[in-house]
């Protein structure tokens, strides 16, 4: 007996990138609720924790510790904002890969192009408000972002962006018999 993941393609990594106000936040939190299977990666960062965050919204560590990580090549990207570090650790995106799971990171554009750079294979989709223009392509002359998604309505663009993902990638396997 085999299942239906035998014929499933290989978990994707989808960049989702857009200017600050593009409904990131609201959109995936609908992708999640529509699609269990993805997982989407929590970032890092120095800065304390605010009184109204979550467990699980961020990893927040010493300023050494992100140090170290930069150091041994253990994240994707990674910037300084407000005089803290953010960024996105290596070694669980790559993990749910390859345990064949789709990744979902929400980055800003720099961030999003830094993952393309280490990541080839990763799909990027830019999220943009209502007449927003966003970028279309890179200086090498191929187009650098795979998909723009307007954000008109929140429910229509995660809708879309879950089309994107793939349906295959969001619903678990059924066995079926060979016959």
């Given at each position: 007996?085999?299942?239906?993941d ?6 994707r990594?989808t ?6 106000g593009?409904?990131?936040e ?7 609720a529509?699609?269990?299977l ?10 304390a924790?605010?009184?109204y965050e979550a467990d ?7 300023p050494?510790?992100?140090e ?11 910037g300084r904002?407000a ?5 996105t ?12 799971q789709?990744v ?20 990027l ?6 007449g ?9 002359g ?11 309505f929140?429910?229509r ?11 295959s ?9 060979s016959?």
């Open positions: 007996m085999s299942t239906v035998d014929a499933r393609p290989a978990a990594l960049l989702l990138a857009g200017p600050a593009a409904g990131k609201s959109v995936i939190e609908l992708i999640r529509r699609s269990p993805l997982w989407v990666s929590v970032p890092m960062t120095t800065r924790r605010c009184p699980g919204t961020r990893l927040f560590v010493h050494d510790e992100f170290a990580l930069i150091a041994a090549d253990g994240l994707l990207e990674w904002y005089g803290h570090l953010h960024g650790p290596r070694q669980p995106v790559q993990s749910r890969l390859r345990a064949a789709p979902l990171l929400s980055l800003d554009l720099p961030g999003a192009r830094r993952v393309r750079a280490a990541m080839p294979g990763s799909r989709v830019f999220l943009v408000p209502p927003a223009v966003p970028p279309t392509t890179q200086p090498h191929g187009a650098e972002i795979d998909r723009v998604v307007v954000n008109d929140v429910e663009a995660a809708e879309e962006l879950v089309g994107l993902l793939g349906s990638f969001l619903t678990p396997a059924q066995p079926r018999t016959g």
